[in-house]
């Protein structure tokens, strides 16, 4: 059973359709880490041009949902609620592996460093227990 459904994460986080890239939190440490899940159906918005007949799903788009997830975890602490996090910066990113429809992502954030509203996360991306990608996300977070 999921710790967060989407109806709950849109209550921690901004986003909406399409944007909101994660389908539930299934481990959270609020202001550390979380584990999110997002699974990817062909019905997506994306795929009907990237790419017709080959779908694969943007890489920038597993990037933005474990910036998401990472965002749940921080905004679920009692010291950033009602707050926003923002992408300060994305370094070392790297995609192993294709994304596609049928596929659940496994979206872990661990925050490695935070200092007052700026903090960096390392976040993974895998499919069946394989890494699909992985960045460090440097983010902020801000009340407006």
Known sequence: MSLYTAKEIMKIIPHRYPFLLIDT?????????????????????YFQGHFPG???????????????????????????????????????????????PGDVLTLEAKVVKCKGPMGISEAVATVDGKIV????????????
């Open 133 to 144: 990608a992985q960045a460090q996300l440097t983010f902020a977070i801000s009340g407006d």
């Open 54 to 100: 080959n779908p694969v799903m943007p890489g920038v788009l597993i990037i933005e949902a474990l910036a998401q997830t990472g965002a749940v975890a921080m905004l679920s602490a009692d010291a950033w609620k009602g707050k926003t996090a923002y992408f300060a910066g994305i370094d070392r990113a790297k995609f192993r592996r294709k994304v596609v």
């Open 25 to 45: 939190i299934e481990e959270l440490e609020k202001g550390s880490r979380a584990v999110g899940r997002k699974c990817v159906s062909m019905n997506e918005p």
